[in-house]
């Protein structure tokens, strides 16, 4: 079982906008930063933003992140076929001293 | 380019033992913590370890404390991850993961291709 909360599913048209959201606790959410990855069929995952809000290099500004106490949310503008994809959250446990995962989020785009 | 190649995986029988290595290209190595990430076929992405740049600190996920030993040579700009009495559960394709900083941030900006790791009788 997760530290990180995703939901397991979520669905959109193209062109519309999702957003995934990611749950944790005051000892990592609410107090280190998060990531969020992409992870195409059969591939590696993809870093797409980093220090909660951040983007690397080459990820197009459709993607957004942000974080609100113990929470976090990837938000998706002008969705594409080829965003489907998981996508995953990650942040540090200051408490077990771990690095934690959220369970993943199947996107599909209808 | 930033690059990252693992080997060394392939099936093993349970209480087994196996080394994966990892390669790094392309970027400064000694400067990055590092980390091995693992996902089970079908299943979500779960961190094994980490170590950092200089080797003084590294962590362990519960799941694999006592068995999995990480470590690197910068000199080789390689990372290993020596895996011991493995079980069924440790069946997964195990990726390098390079942290986005010196001291590693917990999260990673490159990933290798992964390696397959199968654990079976």
């Known amino acids: 079982q997760s530290l990180l909360t995703q939901p397991p599913s979520v669905s959109a048209a193209p062109g519309q906008t999702v957003t995934i959201s990611c749950s944790g606790s005051?000892?990592?959410?609410?107090?280190?930063?998060v990531c969020w990855y992409q992870q195409l069929p059969g591939t590696a995952p993809k870093l797409l933003i980093y220090?909660?809000?951040k983007r690397p290099s080459g990820i197009p500004d459709r993607f957004s992140g942000s974080k609100s106490g113990t929470s976090a949310t990837l938000g998706i503008t002008g969705l594409q076929a080829g965003d489907e994809a998981d996508y995953y959250c990650?942040?540090?446990?200051?408490?077990?001293?771990?690095?934690?995962f959220g369970g993943g989020t199947e996107l599909t785009v209808l | 380019e930033v690059q990252l190649v693992e080997s060394g995986g392939g099936l093993v029988q349970p209480g087994g033992s196996l080394r994966l290595s990892c390669a790094a290209s392309?970027?400064?190595?000694?400067?990055?913590?590092m980390n091995w990430v693992r996902q089970a076929p079908g299943k979500g992405l779960e961190w094994v370890s980490y170590?950092?740049?200089?080797?003084?600190?590294?962590y362990y996920a519960d799941s694999v404390k006592g068995r999995f030993t990480i470590s690197r040579d910068n000199a080789k700009n390689s990372l290993y991850l020596q895996m011991n009495s493995l079980r069924d559960e440790d069946t997964a394709v195990y990726y390098c993961?390079?942290?986005?900083?010196?001291?590693?941030?917990?999260?990673?900006?490159?990933w290798g291709q992964g390696t397959l790791v199968t654990v079976s009788s």
């Open positions: 990650g942040s540090w446990d200051t408490s077990l001293s771990v690095v934690v």
């Open positions: 005051s000892s990592n959410i609410g107090n280190h930063h």
């Open positions: 392309g970027f400064t190595f000694s400067n990055y913590a």
């Open positions: 170590i950092r740049s200089t080797s003084d600190l590294i």
């Open positions: 220090d909660n809000n």
């Open positions: 993961a390079k942290d986005i900083v010196f001291g590693g941030s917990s999260q990673f900006d490159t």
